[in-house]
């Protein structure tokens, strides 16, 4: 912390803390201080270098083995304090080798003091040399403990001071207490030695050739003290000194030494200790040495072990001879002995006869090999050597036949008697033979010891039930072409006497290649015989690889709906295997089961989906007797790297057979109606070699690319990859650089202005078939129309069977003067009126009706419900853009108050201004396609729409209300139109309404819906009416669908916000075969402001003084671009800023007032439809204003 600095170093100078004189004078010692954190108060001290003499008074020499703090004395001191620290030493030594250590003190004749240890010269006193021993620390060691106890002077010090002649001296005391002696001990590590190079130190005995003694003194304080390395401990042989000799403390056999049978072989050693000790004590080992060897040949192979044989044959008709291994026992000198292979595959065997019979057959080990391989018939002598010991035995190879007596396949085939595994993997049949001599062994194509010397064609022969599922070849490998509903018999027959078989059943089930689907179980047949009516679950699985996660999924399972049945969305539950985004629709249509699933973490890795994944579990009812088949299609499997495309199942696709009530079929007829089925399944297994390089399908679209909903990839499809991509631009690994107008369009899915995991959802059920996007939303104020359709995941219109939409207005003042409607049903709610339009086309709605008082920007919420082909629905099909009361979940999340009605539009309503002259009656006509696509079209300044005639208003609210089965749950407009009703909360909405209140954002990685109501009781649904939403496979629409047709761009951003804002600038891409919507960005972060309003509470809806501005704007907060997807100009004359007038009455940018990003990912705020609806560049008023 300091450090000390002389005035004068000619005077005095100074090294860390010590100082020197130089010459005569004085010099200032002062402290530096090396941090600024130390300080104390400046001071310092004079020091004088003067001629005074002072002599040294005597030399103190001090020895102590430790030194302690006393308990009186203090050992701390505060800056500035003094104090006298107390401590003493002490002298301890014990034990042979302790330490003590050494100070030597100078005083002098004023008082002071000096510790001198490293300037004196310190010696041992005459006669302590083999008692102590000094190190070159000032340290010493005992060494000596011939005396127990004493306290002698036995060091010497000498100190001349400034290299004066004349030294000073002092002599240091040395205590010694050692405890006494009561007994010593001599251990050997080996009970047995043996000559180097003798048979007795090879493997298996491993005698060694020395053995090590070990000498120890015990004292009667409990101590011990080694003496193996102390020349004072004398090691003697005592017996055996013609057998071993010592060097050291090592026991070492002679070469010379000679073992007699019928001499002693030990050898004892003593230890004694001349002069210091009277202590001996001795111990004992045995000499020994390798004395012979003996042989002998068993069978090779057999499972049972029959004894020596001196004779081989010939294996039954095969013309292969038997052959054999040899075995051998060894023996020491002192009688033991080593046998068995432990010790016969150390052993080197020869033949005398090659002709005849070679050691190069099995068993071996280390490059030798005691299997005799015979190939001709004669004798031979076989000869064995271990340790340079040998020992032979003769053999005869005869002509003489042993024959088959038994052949039993043995329970190795696959798992659990499965043979499973890709297409033409194959396995092999492994035969346990017996024969007349009671030998026995495995007969196998390979991994049998016979394998390399015995085909099995030589004496098997081999046969399958169904070779186009699993056949065989005459060497007994099986090989898997495909599923198979039962067991596959296989038999083997032996050739020589065609007498003896054996049989075993086996199942065949295909394992999935990379991204490939299976179903079922993994063992045994994949899918399993039920009986008629049951219920039964079949998995189903995804393939992904040890390196390569799966991480998206659309598989569709296939069936006829005549033989199986799914009975609801509830029947399809989610497995352990997948723990991200899932979604099940069945019966959309009823042959078809969709599965749909994405993870989308930036990092594949973590979504766990390694190998085989498990993802989902479908409960059928067999409804049908006989061979079933189910089968499917993969739309999209994804890993982080590969995709496959439109491919068909190829391990999933199994047929397996349902047993009717009356079914008397034998297992024999079932096999022979199975035979024709599943050859024609093998041969089209056959035409998919490799489920991972499957050509892809290319699906071709139904409408223009640029318009199609949902493609936030721009592949023209809308399917699960779509999906993954808003996950990945949310999850930061996608950015807007490489993505088209229409992609990043197509990423805010649900129209909510935001880009966030609401999105993730509600496209994921768009793909389920489940969820519908809105489109050709448009306007009129007078007479007040809304026109709007639903689009499926193909941007296709929704068929009328299976999907329905609603209106919620929040009307004030025309509410209260009974406004009516001339189009569409109405009920009043607590916040405005409930409207069932009416259908105008397929997917298409519209109503209509004369507002009685002007209102402008009414808030409006659309309401979606979609059905299967039976007319059920569930939570997860239900759809609000965005929230009111009447649905359970939203009133549930914001309570039974206006602050639950979150709007999707906000339309204007308006009364025509008043004529000088009565208005004439109106002219009806009936209202026709023709006149409905003319009106979509307009750009008049009028939407104008005319009564629909009578019958066509009853043929479309007959539509509407068409009834469904009493026994599943009813749909959203079944429960009451007059008092709009609730349901149960979904999960997908909950998260929606998540950004409209401050709180955490949801996750990219959501849970699917929890399905809240209860099942009904299982039965069989009829077949019902509808059509499957235009997906067939060609192309080709259904009966009663609408020529599919070009979705206009709507995000309304009006173009006059651009031009009063000097933030925003203009950009331009092509978009949807017109002139494409603006991509605004704001600049120099201008909605970025501290003082910009922010929102603790879900925003109300949007004021109607007219006097609202439409800077209010919530701030952009943290997490990524924000992004205006504004509607394009359609007038030239909108470019110049000078002509440019406002519409009356002033706008209200009702969609920028929405509440702020929550954190958690990067968001875009889309906003569309900030300008009154009824805004149109050619209008002279407020009357009339057309939305286009």
């Not at 219920?535 to 296939?558: H, M, Y």
């Not at 498990?614 to 993969?634: E, R, Y």
């Not at 970025?1088 to 907060?1117: C, E, V």
Request: hydrophobic content about 35%; proline content about 6%; overall charge negative.
């Amino acid at each position: 912390m300091v450090k000390f600095v002389t005035s004068n170093e000619t005077k005095v100078s100074v090294n860390g803390s010590e100082i020197q004189g130089q010459s005569l004078g004085f010099s200032d010692i002062t402290i530096v201080y090396h941090t600024p954190e130390i300080y104390v108060k400046r001071s310092s001290i004079r020091v004088t270098v003067s001629q005074d003499f002072v002599g040294v008074r005597e030399v103190s020499v001090i020895v102590y083995t430790n030194a302690t703090w006393l308990d009186s004395g203090k050992t701390e001191f505060a800056l500035n304090e003094s104090g006298t620290p107390l401590f003493k030493f002490s002298s301890e030594l014990e034990g042979y080798g302790d330490y003590g250590y050494i100070q030597v003190y100078a005083e002098y004749n004023d008082g002071t003091w000096e510790d001198v240890t490293d300037e004196a010269s310190i010696s041992l006193l005459s006669g302590f040399e083999k008692t102590l021993e000094l190190d070159e620390d000032n340290s010493f060691r005992i060494t000596d403990i011939s005396e127990l106890c004493w306290c002698k002077p036995a060091l010497f010090a000498s100190f001349s001071p400034c290299n004066n002649t004349n030294s000073f001296s002092g002599i240091g005391f040395v205590n010694k207490q050692f405890p006494q002696m009561v007994s010593c001990r001599l251990t050997i590590d080996e009970p047995q030695i043996a000559a180097v190079g003798d048979g007795a130190t090879l493997q298996p005995f491993n005698i060694t050739d020395l053995a090590n003694l070990r000498v120890t003194v015990f004292y009667d304080d409990g101590s011990s003290k080694d003496f193996t390395h102390d020349d004072r401990a004398v090691l003697t042989i005592i017996v055996g000194d013609t057998l071993a000799y010592l060097d050291g403390n090592q026991l070492r056999v002679l070469p010379t030494a000679i073992i007699e049978p019928d001499l002693s072989w030990d050898v004892t050693i003593e230890v004694t200790f001349p002069g210091v000790y009277n202590c001996s004590d001795s111990v004992s080992t045995t000499v020994v040495e390798f004395e012979n060897l003996t042989l002998s040949a068993h069978h090779y192979p057999s499972e049972v072990d029959l004894g020596p044989i001196s004779e081989l044959k010939t294996i039954d008709c095969s013309g292969v001879f038997q052959r054999a291994e040899l075995r051998a026992v060894g023996h020491l000198t002192d009688g033991t002995w080593k046998g068995g292979i432990s010790f016969s595959r150390w052993v080197d065997f020869s033949s005398s006869n090659t002709g005849i019979g070679t050691f190069t057959s099995q068993p071996c080990f280390r490059g030798l090999c005691r299997g005799l391989a015979t190939t001709a018939i004669g004798s031979l002598v076989v000869t064995g050597t271990f340790g340079g010991v040998p020992a032979t035995l003769p053999l005869d190879i005869i002509g003489d036949e042993v024959t088959i007596t038994h052949v039993e396949i043995l329970d190795t085939i696959g798992d659990y008697d499965t043979l499973h595994g890709l297409v033409n993997t194959t396995d092999n049949i492994e035969v346990m033979v017996n024969f007349t001599d009671a030998t026995s062994f495995i007969v196998s194509d390979y991994g049998a010891e016979t394998s390399d010397w015995l085909r099995p064609s030589n004496l098997l022969s081999f046969s399958s039930e169904h070779t186009n599922v699993v056949s065989v070849d005459e060497q007994g490998i099986l090989k898997l072409h495909g599923n198979y509903y039962t067991t596959n018999e296989i038999t083997v027959t032996e050739k020589c006497a065609n007498k003896y078989s054996d049989s075993k059943d086996i199942y065949a089930n295909l394992d999935p290649d990379f991204l490939d689907v299976d179903l079922g179980h993994l063992y045994g047949p994949s899918l399993r015989q039920v009986n008629l009516g049951e219920f039964f679950d079949v998995e189903v699985r995804i393939q992904a690889s040890d390196t390569e996660p799966l991480t998206a999924f659309q598989v569709k399972l296939t069936f006829d709906y005549d033989e199986l049945r799914v009975l609801h969305d509830d029947y399809c539950t989610r497995l352990h295997g997948w723990g991200w985004n899932f979604e099940c629709t069945s019966n959309d249509p009823e042959y078809e089961l969709l599965l749909v699933g994405t993870c989308g973490l930036a990092n594949a890795a973590d979504c766990g989906t390694f190998d085989n994944n498990p993802i989902g579990n479908v409960t059928f009812k067999a409804v049908k007797s006989g061979f079933i088949h189910l089968g499917g299609i993969i739309i999209k499997n994804m890993g982080n790297k590969t995709i496959t495309v439109e491919t068909p199942l190829f391990s999933g696709d199994a047929y397996f057979y349902v047993i009717g009530v009356d079914d008397d079929d034998t297992d024999s007829d079932r096999a022979r109606n199975a035979d024709d089925i599943y050859a024609v399944a093998a041969e089209a297994a056959q035409n998919i070699s490799n489920i991972s390089t499957a050509l892809v399908v290319n699906s071709t679209s139904l409408i223009d690319c640029d318009t199609m909903q949902g493609d936030t990839n721009g592949d023209c499809v809308c399917d699960v990859e779509d999906v993954q991509i808003i996950q990945f631009y949310i999850g930061g690994q996608k950015d807007m650089s490489n993505l088209s107008a229409h992609s990043i369009f197509s990423l805010d899915a649900n129209l909510d202005g935001y880009i966030d995991s609401t999105d993730v959802h509600f496209l994921l059920r768009i793909v389920a078939y489940k969820f519908r996007f809105l489109a050709d939303y448009s306007t009129t104020p007078n007479p007040f129309t809304v026109h709007i359709s639903m689009l499926t995941w193909q941007s296709l219109p929704s068929h009328h069977n299976q999907s329905n939409l609603w209106l919620e207005l929040a009307l004030d003042l025309n509410k209260d003067l009974n406004m009516t409607f001339d189009y569409g049903n109405i009920s009043s709610t607590e916040d405005g009126i409930f409207i069932i339009p009416n259908r105008i086309g397929t997917g298409e709605f519209f109503a209509g009706g004369m507002a009685m008082e002007n209102e402008y920007h009414v808030p409006l919420v659309v309401i979606v419900e979609t059905y299967d082909v039976f007319g059920n629905t569930t939570t997860s099909r239900l759809c609000p853009f965005y929230c009111t009361r009447r649905i359970e979940f939203c009133r549930d999340a914001f309570g039974d108050t206006v602050d639950a009605f979150f709007p999707y539009k906000y339309p204007n309503l308006t009364v025509p201004p008043p004529t000088l002259e009565p208005t004439s009656a109106p002219t009806y006509q009936a209202w026709t396609g023709a006149n409905i696509q003319a009106a979509r079209s307009a750009s008049a300044n009028v939407f104008a729409i005319v009564a629909i005639a009578g019958a066509m208003v009853a043929a479309l609210i007959a539509r509407h209300f068409y009834k469904k089965s009493a026994t599943h749950q009813q749909p959203f407009t079944q429960m009451a139109p007059a008092e709009a009703p609730f349901v149960p909360m979904d999960g997908f909405v909950a998260g929606v309404m998540k950004k409209w209140k401050p709180a955490p954002p949801p996750p990219i990685r959501m849970k699917s819906a929890e399905f809240s109501q209860d099942l009904q009781e299982p039965g069989i649904l009829e077949k019902g009416q509808g059509g499957n939403e235009g997906r067939r496979a060609t192309g080709e629409l259904l009966p009663g669908q609408l020529q599919p047709h070009r979705i206009e761009d709507l995000a309304e951003v009006p173009d006059f916000l651009a031009k009063k804002d000097p933030n925003i600038v203009l950009g331009s891409a092509k978009f949807g075969g017109r002139e494409p919507p603006v991509i605004r960005m704001d600049r120099n972060n201008s909605f970025d402001s501290d003082d910009a309003p922010g929102f603790s509470a879900p925003p109300p809806p949007p004021s109607r003084n007219h006097s609202a501005s439409i800077s209010q704007m919530p701030p952009k907060t943290p997490g990524g671009p924000r992004v205006r997807i504004e509607k394009p100009k359609f007038s030239d004359d909108e470019d110049s800023d000078d002509n440019w007038v406002p519409p009356r009455p002033p706008p209200v940018d009702a969609v920028s007032q929405m509440p702020p990003k929550t954190e958690g990912g990067p968001q875009i705020r889309i906003e569309r439809n900030s300008a009154p609806d009824d805004f149109d560049d050619n209008a002279s008023d407020v009357s009339g204003l057309s939305d286009d």
